[in-house]
């Protein structure tokens, strides 16, 4: 586990969209917050950019490559950790595959406010529906 530090480790999470859907993983259950759903991504190595993050994270867990990643839409310090989490929308090439977590699936806006998602992806989904 991370020590608690005065900065906190910038964990990247992307808005992949297609259509009017968006990917979100299900965690692995041994990994915190395992079995609940997220928006893929992970942690920033030191130096490491948000971009660089996202195309590393995602060809790793999903098999894709990452074509763009936008602006910061949102961020949240996940309660109890010392992880910042950093939401970018992100587009791929590819079809994503669960190469690290147990499932995935492209869901509505309403189908994401009905799943069991980790703390902060339940933030960042309570945001997005204010933005409707």
């Known amino acids: 586990m991370w020590a608690m530090l005065d900065d906190p480790v910038r964990v990247v999470a992307s808005v992949i969209g297609r259509g009017d859907r968006y990917l979100v993983c299900r965690r692995p ?8 759903w997220e928006f893929p991504g992970g942690k920033c ?3 490491e950019s948000d971009a660089d993050a996202v195309r ?5 867990e999903l098999g894709v490559e990452t074509t763009r990643v936008g ?15 950093v939401f970018v929308p992100v587009q ?3 079809e994503p595959v669960c190469l690290e977590h147990t499932e995935l699936r492209w ?8 799943l069991s998602l980790a ?5 960042f989904v309570d945001f997005l529906s204010q933005t409707e």
Do not use: M, Q, Y
Not at 30 to 36: D, S, T, V
Not at 74 to 82: A, L, N, T, W
């Open 29 to 36: 259950v041994h990994k915190r917050h395992g079995g609940l």
């Open 45 to 47: 190595e030191p130096g």
């Open 56 to 60: 590393r994270e995602l060809a790793e």
């Open 71 to 85: 602006d910061l839409i949102f961020e949240v310090r996940d309660s109890d950790s010392v992880f910042l989490i």
């Open 92 to 94: 791929i090439d590819g």
């Open 107 to 114: 869901c509505t806006r309403k189908e994401l406010v009905g």
């Open 119 to 123: 703390p902060s992806d339940r933030r």
